[in-house]
């Protein structure tokens, strides 16, 4: 069993940061995979990244590269976002999500067991 649990959102300025946490506990081989998701009320839930390997390996959407840093902290057991030059359209609820593979750096929500509560992000332009 694992548990997630996210924290870092609010409201921020369009072009503003934000830095989200998923602090993580239970099995650590249940967590192999571990990966951001976002979901707008009404709409299918999207994967935004992927962090397998012990953070050796990420994987972005297209929509948030070169803004967003996926990175594991192995040794605090906690799963980052840093969010840059943050847009309108990433305003969403943002979910923590993790699963023991074997195939790890999917964006499809699917493909992940685990889901913590999500954290509220809202960029205004």
């Known amino acids: 069993e694992v548990q997630l649990v996210e924290s870092g959102g609010g409201s921020v300025q369009a072009g503003g940061s934000l830095r989200l946490s998923c602090a993580a506990a239970g099995n650590t081989n249940d967590r192999q995979c571990m990966a951001w998701f976002r979901q707008v009320a009404g709409k299918p839930r999207e994967g935004v990244a992927a962090?397998?390997?012990?953070?050796?390996?990420?994987y972005y959407d297209d929509s948030v590269k070169g803004r967003f840093t996926i990175s594991l902290d192995g040794d605090k057991n906690t799963l980052y976002l840093e969010m840059n030059n943050l847009k309108a359209e990433d305003s969403a609820m943002y979910y923590c999500?993790?699963?023991?593979?074997?195939?790890?750096?999917?964006?499809?929500?699917?493909?992940?067991?685990?889901w913590g509560r999500g954290t509220q992000v809202t960029v205004s332009s």
């Open positions: 962090n397998y390997r012990n953070g050796r390996y990420t």
């Open positions: 999500a993790a699963d023991n593979g074997p195939v790890c750096g999917s964006l499809r929500s699917d493909r992940y067991k685990y």
